[in-house]
Each structure stands twice: as C-alpha cells, then as structure tokens.
C-alpha cells in the first residue's frame, strides 16, 4: 500500500530556507522518478522538481538555482532543499512520482513565506 507523508514546512521570512521530505512507503520509490509539487491558493497544481531513479534532476523555471531535490532510496525518502524563498512560493507541497502522480496524495506540508 502507497503512504507518502510529507513534512518540515513552516512560516519562514523571504530569503530564508526549509528543507521538505517525504517518506515514501509501499516500494514506490525505488523504481519511480519522484516529484514534488505545490499548490498555492486559487492555483491548480505545479510540479516544480522531479528526481529521476539514476539522480537526474529538473526544475521548473521559477525555482531553477534556488531548490534541489534530492533522494535517498534506502531511507524511502525524497528531500526538498528550498533557498532564497520567496513569497510566491508560498503553498502546500507535496510528493508523489512524477512526471504522472499516483492516485495516493499524502496531506502535505505548509510553507508560507512572508514579505
């Protein structure tokens, strides 16, 4: 059975950092690229960060150099380095395999920037 629990959110002034992670249960992650994603209020869903089996990455433009994902396979778990924060990353995120989900969301975590 899939279980994917996110955490490390919080409240975090502009310019500062969080480090996300998910655990991932039910053997999905190694053999899965894996993603997280946001929403923001009024805002449909965005993958901004995917992390391939092998280590490759890829970034949505907004958050080129300032997020790194990262993985441990071992541990089950996927990490999200976020830098530089800004308010408009403000959002719930979470982690599912990317670039297609699957059907099993974990509640998320809140990260809200302020300006």
């Known amino acids: 059975q899939v279980q994917l629990v996110e955490s490390g959110g919080g409240l975090v002034q502009a310019g500062g950092s969080l480090r996300l992670s998910c655990a991932a249960s039910?053997?999905?992650?190694?053999?899965?690229?894996m993603g997280w994603y946001r929403r923001a209020p009024g805002k449909e869903r965005e993958l901004v960060a995917v992390?391939?089996?092998?280590?490759?990455?890829d970034y949505v433009d907004s958050v080129k150099g300032r997020f790194t994902i990262s993985r441990d396979n071992a541990r089950e778990t996927v990490y999200l380095q976020m830098d530089t924060l800004k308010a408009e990353d403000t959002a719930v995120y979470y982690c599912?395999?990317?670039?297609?989900?699957?059907?099993?969301w974990g509640q998320g975590t809140q990260v809200t920037v302020s300006s």
């Open positions: 599912n395999t990317a670039p297609r989900p699957t059907p099993y």
């Open positions: 039910g053997n999905i992650l190694s053999m899965n690229s």
């Open positions: 992390i391939s089996v092998g280590g490759n990455t």
